[in-house]
């Protein structure tokens, strides 16, 4: 390992050695190593273990470990990755106007195994107008017109998220799992990707 360099070691431990850090030290929340991270402004657990492979390859090669300059650099990524994302969501939420219909794009799952053999064999496609938009959560409320089954669509399924908690400094996973659908004629708010717009 010392003699790889300090990307190629991070990059083949990042998977394997890596993932069994973040789950056995409980980087996920709750260890006294995540609680110190939190305090130094690093939340997530893969940045968590970079920083620890890192100065772990350096420490191998008797090399300065450079917190400081470790964290400014996940600080600065997540900093500059959060300023294109919302540039990217801007210039998106532009093609969305009211009035326009959309098609669904199924992003939380299906209502029934026969909507998903129907969307597959493209003779499922649900479809909706946008009635309102919310440009600072960048938000669309649209009316259902078509949903191809008389249970509707799902707009929310809870299933696989991870929501990270301030005040406990840990990453939690639901309680419960909650899914949500709608129905034809009927209007709910959604994410602006969780539909694709029509060409005209």
């Known amino acids: 390992m010392k003699k790889w360099k300090e990307n190629e070691f991070t990059g083949r431990a990042h998977l394997g050695f890596g993932m069994w850090m973040r789950n056995n030290w409980r980087l996920w929340g709750g260890s006294r190593l995540s609680k110190h991270f939190n305090d130094l402004g690093i939340y997530h657990p893969d940045d968590m273990s970079g920083i620890i492979l890192t100065s772990y390859h350096r420490y191998l090669n008797n090399k300065e470990i450079n917190l400081n300059e470790q964290i400014k650099y996940y600080q600065d990524y997540w900093e500059n990755s959060e300023k294109e994302e919302l540039k990217k969501k801007e210039e998106e939420f532009l093609e969305y106007k009211t009035g326009d219909t959309l098609?669904?794009?199924?992003?939380?799952?299906?209502?029934?195994?026969?909507?998903?053999?129907?969307?597959?064999?493209?003779?499922?496609?649900?479809?909706?107008?946008?009635?309102?938009?919310?440009?600072?959560?960048?938000?669309?409320?649209?009316?259902?017109?078509?949903?191809?089954?008389?249970?509707?669509?799902?707009?929310?399924?809870?299933?696989?998220?991870?929501?990270?908690?301030?005040?406990?400094?840990?990453?939690?996973?639901?309680?419960?799992?909650?899914?949500?659908?709608?129905?034809?004629?009927?209007?709910?708010?959604?994410?602006?990707?969780?539909?694709?717009?029509?060409?005209?």
């Open 103 to 200: 098609e669904f794009n199924y992003r939380h799952g299906y209502v029934s195994k026969e909507q998903e053999e129907k969307y597959e064999n493209d003779v499922c496609i649900a479809k909706g107008i946008v009635t309102q938009r919310n440009e600072k959560d960048f938000l669309i409320k649209v009316k259902i017109i078509e949903s191809c089954d008389k249970k509707g669509i799902v707009y929310y399924d809870n299933d696989g998220f991870k929501t990270y908690n301030q005040k406990t400094k840990r990453w939690n996973s639901p309680r419960k799992r909650v899914i949500q659908k709608i129905r034809t004629n009927k209007e709910q708010w959604f994410k602006y990707d969780d539909w694709e717009t029509l060409n005209q």
